[in-house]
């Protein structure tokens, strides 16, 4: 098992920043690719950005440019830092995690931006 537990939503202003973090807990598996993940009112859950073990990352392009993802994998944390923020990035944001060829999911936490 794997337990995901996410911080930093909040409300902002347009073009400002928030960071958000993922904290995972598991005594038995290693945690792979890691990833953010959105759900704006009345659209599907859509791709932000992941990151392997490695460090390889992959961002939508909705966000490149402004967001970036990292992760620790000694304290299996992940980040995301959100700058110049738009309305439009408003939604529920996951934490996303894959580990024992299965994906894991955070509870969500709320990101407004407001114009």
């Known amino acids: 098992q794997v337990q995901l537990v996410e911080s930093g939503g909040g409300l902002v202003q347009a073009g400002g920043s928030l960071r958000l973090s993922c904290a995972a807990s598991t005594s038995k598996f290693t945690i792979n690719t890691m990833g953010w993940y959105r759900q704006a009112p009345g659209k599907q859950r859509e791709l932000v950005a992941t990151?392997?073990?490695?460090?390889?990352?992959n961002y939508a392009d909705s966000v490149t440019g402004r967001f970036t993802i990292w992760r620790d994998n000694a304290k299996n944390t992940l980040s995301l830092q959100m700058n110049n923020l738009k309305p439009e990035d408003t939604a529920v944001y996951y934490c996303?995690?894959?580990?024992?060829?299965?994906?894991?999911w955070g509870q969500g936490t709320q990101v407004t931006v407001s114009s």
């Open positions: 996303n995690a894959y580990a024992g060829f299965r994906a894991y």
């Open positions: 990151i392997s073990r490695g460090g390889s990352t």
